[in-house]
């Protein structure tokens, strides 16, 4: 029987969501929970990687077992097992031929700034910034990164390509908090935190609106920081 489960995790407790030889990580650790359901080994494939201290919300693996086990029983067998750092939302069974990776229409993730006093409990939640950004200009800015583009400018480490599309970004206000959303069909290595980045430097005033345009046409000599993990979260997986 095959699954796809929807998961969310504190990213701040493992080295990231793809299995490593030596170092806590989510898909390691949703195998051996579900090995020991299953009574031999089970290999989970994931929607995307998140790297160490990125968050999830939803985030989708799909796995096969041997044994044919109804859902409700799955997750609460699963949840009971795993480190208390990850949770399952839900369980659905799935064609043989469904990917979690390859069928996906649309991930969205957010990134989160805390703009108050210092709080020890939300600091592997957010990133703190407390100077002041203009919002009205990132805006701006964030229009230039709407389409289908080469994001080589945004990405971290060599890929065959680098082409992808991002369908809408939104940047709310609230309180204390700043939220980037990015909705897109591909997000690679860095990406996000390199978007959110670039639009930091238009908030401060560093560089205009128009730099990120010539950011995304690839033709920009201007260097921009990749934004600590801590804040983002993959929100949400669209089949």
Do not use: C, W
């Amino acid at each position: 029987m095959k699954y796809v489960a929807s998961v969310a995790y504190d990213g701040s407790k493992f080295y990231g969501f793809q299995r490593l030889p030596r170092h806590k990580s989510v898909q390691a650790e949703i195998e051996r929970v579900l090995t020991k359901i299953n009574k031999t080994v089970v290999v989970v494939k994931g929607a995307g990687r998140t790297d160490r201290g990125v968050h999830a919300l939803d985030q989708r693996v799909h796995f096969e077992l041997s044994v044919d086990i109804p859902e409700e029983r799955l997750i609460k067998a699963m949840n009971d097992m795993l480190d208390p750092a990850i949770h399952i939302n839900g369980i659905t069974v799935v064609d043989k031929d469904f990917h979690a990776r390859f069928d996906v229409k649309k991930k969205e993730y957010v990134y989160v700034v805390y703009t108050g006093e210092y709080d020890p409990l939300l600091i592997d939640y957010v990133h703190r910034f407390t100077d002041k950004l203009n919002i009205r200009k990132m805006r701006i800015a964030s229009k230039y990164m709407i389409g289908a583009h080469s994001f080589e400018y945004f990405t971290s480490g060599e890929r065959e390509s680098y082409n992808s599309i991002i369908f809408n970004v939104r940047i709310k206000k609230k309180g204390e908090f700043i939220y980037f959303t990015f909705a897109g069909k591909s997000f690679y290595h860095y990406m996000v935190r390199n978007l959110v980045g670039a639009l930091f430097q238009v908030g401060l005033g560093n560089i205009e609106p128009m730099e990120v345009k010539r950011m995304v046409e690839n033709a920009s000599s201007v260097t921009t920081p990749t934004m600590p993990p801590n804040g983002l979260y993959l929100n949400k997986i669209y089949y």
